[in-house]
């Protein structure tokens, strides 16, 4: 027999549902004006900053708000995660906000921060004058002058000879993965190891694959700027750790765990350093290693140009932390920038993420690449890096005679000096490339170092030291 159902028992709950329904909507239309009425102080904000031709951003005032959320977020009991996602939301969109009417105000195009000079914009200025038929020195870009290992142009004859021209697996041939993980010891196993479409994607895979919108990395600036263009692309935030040459570059490790927040999820690193050269001494990073266990952070560790280290360096893999992930590439090293060959090491669990994404972004990196790369694996490139140390030393022995400060590397293939006339480097380096050099803006690698240029050392010494004797005749005279 079908049970009866009493209707009038549920009249009182469905009019209690309705009722609350009433109050959320009721509720979300206050949130939205009064998110609207924040929007409009910031509007004003801004335009007084503006007047008084003060930054956009205000870490103090952020910070300020930002401890007091978490305060009342623990007062009236709401996760602080959640919490801090709230407020990093409503900090960025006022920024947006200020930085538009700041642009508006002085006639600029809209997100001018982000149009600053880079060393690819550079790059690309480059090319076009060279397309008009102006010789140009490249000092700008990293990128090996060194020819590839011999072996690979008859590895891609073969490739194509038999046939291994199709898709593979998204986590790149087994061969492959085996011969990295050989290559890196340390326990590495294959299963370990997943090949990405260069060190950029490893770098965008991790990224998006670990964190959240909304959600917060640290990066330790100067830094390449794709981290944070990562960051950015997903809505996630980058707080910014800055160092100084005046400390030659090491971070205070101590303001770094300062900044971790409810909120916070990873710690991007790059050393040797894209574009100081910096490399950190084991005690930075065993405490750095320490504050990421501590806090349960990811650690993404970008060591491209390990193989170019002049000294002792530690991998992240030395220190068996498994929210670590270490990304490399065979650009640098084997001088393959254009093979588009890179990988991630990590735990099998994080990087089945990382594989996810390349499975639905790129399917995975074309084989006959994977099969050169393998090739280049049976290389050894440390002829390279003698190469690249005297040219180093080469650089760093001209601009001792320039005015200009900076710090030697202990590894990579870039030095990083600071001009010490008061006009912008970005100013200077138009006025190279007009006279025929291209380096690297500083400001493209943080907000703090308009002043430096990034001088590349991949060109045969000959070039180099034409390419210094007009660095040296336009900042002599400034």
């Not at 900090?91 to 000079?117: G, V, Y």
């Not at 640290?218 to 950015?232: F, G, L, Q, T, V």
Request: aromatic share 6%.
């Amino acid at each position: 027999m079908d049970k009866v159902v009493n209707k009038d028992t549920r009249k009182p709950e469905n009019e209690e549902l309705e009722r609350l329904r009433f109050e959320m909507r009721d509720l979300t239309a206050n949130i939205v004006r009064q998110v609207h009425r924040r929007m409009e102080l910031s509007k004003k904000i801004g335009e007084i900053k503006t007047n008084l031709k003060m930054d956009v951003k205000d870490e103090r005032v952020e910070q300020e708000i930002k401890s007091m959320v978490l305060e009342l977020s623990d007062e009236i009991g709401m996760s602080k995660e959640f919490a801090t996602q709230l407020i990093d939301i409503l900090l960025t969109e006022s920024k947006k906000l200020q930085q538009r009417h700041n642009s508006e105000t002085h006639d600029l195009p809209a997100n001018s921060e982000q149009k600053k000079q880079t060393h690819l914009s550079i790059f690309l200025k480059a090319k076009q004058l060279e397309l008009s038929g102006k010789k140009i020195i490249h000092m700008e870009v990293g990128e090996p002058d060194f020819a590839a290992p011999g072996n690979i142009k008859e590895t891609l004859v073969d490739s194509f000879n038999t046939g291994r021209y199709h898709y593979t697996e998204p986590a790149g041939v087994m061969k492959l993965r085996q011969a990295i993980a050989n290559k890196l010891k340390r326990g590495i196993t294959e299963d370990m190891v997943t090949v990405t479409v260069g060190g950029r994607f490893a770098v965008f895979a991790t990224i998006v694959s670990l964190v959240k919108r909304g959600e917060e990395i640290i990066s330790i600036e100067p830094a390449w700027p794709a981290y944070r263009d990562c960051a950015d692309f997903i809505g996630a935030k980058t707080c910014v750790l800055r160092t100084s040459i005046e400390d030659a570059w090491v971070p205070d490790l101590d303001r770094l765990e300062e900044m971790i927040t409810p909120n916070t999820k990873m710690i991007v690193i790059n050393y040797p350093n894209n574009p100081t050269g910096k490399v950190l001494e084991k005690r930075m990073m065993q405490k750095l290693v320490s504050i990421a266990k501590d806090n349960s952070l990811y650690i993404l560790s970008d060591e491209v140009y390990s193989d170019y280290v002049f000294g002792e360096f530690d991998s992240i893999l030395d220190y068996d932390y498994d929210k670590s992930i270490m990304i490399s590439s065979f650009s640098k090293s084997y001088a393959m920038t254009g093979f588009r060959v890179g990988y991630a090491v990590a735990n099998r669990a994080i990087l089945s993420k990382i594989v996810k994404v390349q499975a639905t972004a790129l399917t995975s990196v074309a084989e006959p690449m994977q099969y050169a790369a393998l090739a280049a694996c049976s290389s050894d490139p440390s002829d390279n890096v003698k190469v690249m140390k005297k040219r180093l030393d080469f650089i760093t022995s001209r601009l001792n005679k320039m005015p200009v400060d900076f710090v030697s590397p202990d590894g990579a293939m870039y030095v990083f000096p600071r001009l010490r006339q008061q006009s912008l480097a970005d100013d200077t380096v138009e006025k190279l490339l007009e006279m025929g050099v291209a380096v690297a803006p500083g400001g493209g690698f943080g907000d703090s170092y308009d002043n430096f240029i990034r001088i590349s050392a991949c060109q045969p010494q000959s070039i180099l030291e034409k390419g210094l004797d007009i660095i040296g005749s336009v900042i002599s005279v400034e």
